[in-house]
């Protein structure tokens, strides 16, 4: 699948749950959890203990129902490594030209981290899919408005701070798809072993982006 199909299915998608620090055993658990609620992409943070094979292992038993990514991805090399083991995506947390580049040389779409006009148009500039604003609750919906007025040409992804109270928001201001993490892969129902805590959640996190969009 080319760089631009893959693009449309995150951005289909509307959501990208983000698993950060969870034991590789569980990966199976959650992403069940996250199919049955609706959700069809998935990132895994580089910062996750063996993410790499996790990655591999969710592309190959996941792949047709899921797009599986890498996330907290620092540099080009990290971007390589991600992208073997079978990342279909990348997002980083902060805007580094060197993994912009490996990540077109594999065609893969990458979200680079920007914060500020400059670092969000200096990113698009680099030919990115889209940019991911972060921390996006921090800065709130507000903000994505403000930077759709002078900026309507950039693709915006809303991660870090999105909640079930602020999801709908941050598409309204135009946000093309959101980063959800702890909000939606709840370390606490992980450790409880409620997967269908994380359905239900997933669920809710879709119809509200469903309805903001309609």
């Known amino acids: 699948m080319d760089q631009t199909a893959l ?16 034991k590789p055993e569980l990966a199976a658990p959650i992403c069940d959890a996250l199919l049955s609620g609706g959700v069809r992409a998935v990132e895994v943070t580089l910062n996750t203990s063996g993410a790499l094979d996790m990655i591999t292992w969710l592309a190959t038993h996941y792949g047709q129902e899921m797009i599986v990514g890498a996330g907290t991805v620092l540099d080009g090399a990290s971007a390589r490594a991600a992208i073997l083991a079978g990342a279909s995506f990348v997002l980083t947390p902060a805007l580094n030209p060197e993994t912009i580049t490996m990540c077109h040389r594999y065609s893969i779409p990458v979200f680079p981290g920007a914060m500020t006009p400059t670092e969000v148009l200096t990113a698009w500039e680099l030919g990115v899919a889209a940019v991911k604003v972060f921390p996006a609750g921090r800065l709130g919906p507000g903000y994505f408005s403000d930077l759709r007025g002078p900026l309507p040409q950039v693709d915006l992804m809303a991660v870090g701070g999105v909640t079930i109270e602020n999801v709908g928001q941050f598409i309204k201001a135009g946000a093309v798809a959101l980063g959800i993490g702890g909000e939606l892969v709840s370390r606490a129902l992980v450790e409880a072993g409620d997967m269908n805590g994380i359905a239900e959640r997933a669920r809710a996190f879709v119809e509200a982006v469903r309805e903001a969009r309609n």
């Open 7 to 22: 693009y449309q299915r995150i951005k289909d998608a509307g959501i990208v749950a983000i698993i950060r620090g969870q």
